[in-house]
Nanobody
Framework: QVQLVQSGGGLVQAGGSLRLSCAASGSIVGTKTLGWYRQAPGKQRELVAS???????NYSNDVKGRFTISRNIRENSVYLQMNSLKPEDTAVYFC???????????WGQGTQVTVSS
């Protein structure tokens, strides 16, 4: 079992920055992918950014160039640096780690990010 604890959300004005953190209770070595999803009110959960085992990153078109995903394997943590935030980035953000195919995926509790115009 791995528990993911998120921190770092909040309220920010458009154009501002936030950094989300996701701390795992166990090692994230061996994850196939890890990353961040978000869910805005009335919308489906969508992938924001992901990182594969060898470090290859992937971003949604909406956040490409503004958000950066990173990880610290020694600290078992995943981060999402969000710059140039827009009101449409307002959502609950969820981190995840996926140990497929030999294990399961785990999710953080979610953290609210609100961007005011």
């Amino acid at each position: 079992q791995v528990q993911l604890v998120q921190s770092g959300g909040g309220l920010v004005q458009a154009g501002g920055s936030l950094r989300l953190s996701c701390a795992a209770s166990g090692s994230i070595v061996g994850t196939k992918t890890l990353g961040w999803y978000r869910q805005a009110p009335g919308k489906q959960r969508e992938l924001v950014a992901s990182m594969a085992a060898l470090g290859t990153t992937n971003y949604s078109n909406d956040v490409k160039g503004r958000f950066t995903i990173s990880r610290n394997i020694r600290e078992n943590s995943v981060y999402l640096q969000m710059n140039s935030l827009k009101p449409e980035d307002t959502a609950v953000y969820f981190c995840y780690v996926d140990f497929a195919p030999y294990g399961r995926a785990y999710w953080g509790q979610g953290t609210q990010v609100t961007v005011s115009s």
